[in-house]
């Protein structure tokens, strides 16, 4: 019996013990389901708005007001339209009261007036994929032409253009090459000069008012200007280089040999007549600083940035720089032809390559056209000094501001200075490196035009 006694009490402290632990778990568990369901909440909250509450000067307070909001309201951050987009405050930020000054007070009420803005998404670069979908739209009006450009009496059209891709900002880079290597006129040897400026409608039209009439005013007095209904963009450059080889060949049909280059460069159009002596303009030519066996570049930080899927290849036909080249009459209305059946591409440079490979046409390479700027050499690389006749044996040289072309015109035109010996061409190809050393991985990823020195040589 006395044993029975003793187990019969250790059972029931172990079913005591059972019961209160279910007991706790129930407990535990009812107060999970209450802090998840926010019955615990306070049915009233109590804020205070200071007098540098941004809230406050929002509602037009004059002074600190207690208000009482239910806190169901505060529980939906959707129903919470009392508070403008400011920056959250913690609760224990809110509860200091702070001493400040008069003048400060008033400062940042000013400040607090004014309701911030979301900030605005991200956007990518370049639409790529937009730029797919709507690259087949490739004829766009001419709103401002010069039909009688090529038109001079006693001939049939000038020996030499020189088209200058610009936009409608930079007035001053136009009036500097108007007034140097750019200047039209006659020149020895019966050589007649005209010169074009080929640019688009802006995209931010807000940072130039009035930029249609600017355009207008100075088409009315240097009749020069060649404006097209595309938007002005880094990657609709080739719609620049399209639509101008179609004004050639409707309007400037008969012109002899042409020079095309940015508004940032300086050429030595003596040197470009004297590389032309002797070229049969009813012939393929086009010379420049070419490029070959160049990849395209994958990289999405780069300006150069080409997905897969708008080209797939490893390497880019070989082609020139942009910042200067010279072709003959013919190659270019071949060019205009050939430019219609190839697909646009968002480099213009590497699309006027392409169409040089559809009419099979191998671009010469000249040493003297330096789109890449000079480089340093490794001879002398604290050499800093400006040689004009160094200059004077190039035709052109990139990357330079208005007052480096300015500068560098009336040095090289000082009748002073006497240089001799002229820089020849090459059928010889520009491999894309920046010095004689070996090419290491990943210099093909290299972003054409890094590297542009002025005046060091």
């Given amino acids: ?84 987009q400011t920056k959250t405050k913690t609760p224990q930020a809110k509860s200091k009261i702070q001493v400040k000054s008069k003048g400060k007070s008033k400062s940042r009420r000013k400040n607090a007036a004014k309701p ?24 766009f009006s001419l709103l401002i032409d010069q039909p009688d450009k090529c038109h001079i009496d006693g001939q049939i059209a000038p020996y030499l253009l020189i088209a200058v ?123 420049g600083d070419i490029i070959v066996k160049a990849r395209p570049i994958r990289r999405r930080s780069s300006k150069y940035f080409v997905p897969e899927f708008v080209y797939g290849g490893t390497l880019y036909p070989s082609y020139a720089g942009g910042g200067g080249f010279v072709m003959s009459g013919f190659t270019a209305r071949r060019l205009s032809s050939a430019c219609q059946q190839v697909e646009l591409f968002p480099i213009d440079d590497v699309f006027l390559g392409m169409c040089l490979q559809q009419i099979g046409v191998k671009p010469l390479r000249h040493q003297g056209f330096r789109t890449f700027g000079i480089p340093r050499p490794s001879a002398a690389p604290n050499l800093q000094t400006f040689d004009p006749c160094f200059y004077r044996e190039l035709m052109v040289v990139h990357s330079l501001s208005v007052p480096q072309i300015w500068l560098m015109w009336n040095l090289l035109h000082d009748s002073k200075v006497s240089c001799h010996n002229r820089a020849q061409a090459t ?18 990823d290299t972003d054409y035009g890094e590297t542009r020195v002025f005046v060091i040589h």
């Avoid at 926010?38 to 200071?50: H, I």
């Avoid at 911030?116 to 004829?139: I, M, Q, S, V």
């Fill in 1 to 84: 019996m006395v044993h029975m006694r003793r187990l019969l009490r250790v059972k029931g402290d172990v079913l005591c013990s059972m019961l209160l632990l279910l007991l706790f778990c129930l407990l535990f568990y009812a107060r999970q389901v209450i802090l998840s369901s926010g019955w615990d909440r306070p049915l009233l909250k109590l804020e205070v708005n200071s007098s540098t509450s941004s809230s406050r000067t929002l509602l037009g307070a004059n002074r600190s007001k207690v208000k009482i909001i239910p806190a169901t309201r505060l529980a939906d951050p959707k129903l919470d339209t009392h508070k403008p």
């Fill in 116 to 139: 911030t803005r979301p900030p605005l998404p991200t956007l990518p670069p370049f639409d790529f994929e937009g730029y797919l979908k709507a690259k087949d739209n490739r004829n």
């Fill in 165 to 287: 891709k610009s936009v409608a900002a930079d007035f001053d880079k136009r009036q500097v090459v108007r007034r140097t290597w750019g200047r039209e006129g006659n020149f020895p040897n019966g050589v007649t000069i005209r010169t074009v400026f080929l640019l688009g409608v802006p995209r931010n039209q807000s940072a130039l008012p009035l930029w249609d009439k600017l355009l207008e005013y100075e088409s009315q007095s240097f009749k020069d200007i060649l404006l097209w209904d595309f938007e002005d963009t880094f990657f609709n450059l080739t719609l620049k280089e399209t639509h101008f080889l179609m004004w050639v060949n409707s309007s400037c049909e008969h012109i002899k040999f042409i020079f095309k280059g940015d508004a940032d460069v300086y050429v030595n159009i003596e040197n470009i007549l004297e590389l032309l002596e002797g070229q049969e303009p009813e012939e393929d030519l086009f010379v």
């Fill in 427 to 444: 059928s010889r190809p520009f491999s894309w490196r920046f010095d004689n050393r070996p090419q290491t991985k990943g210099t093909a």
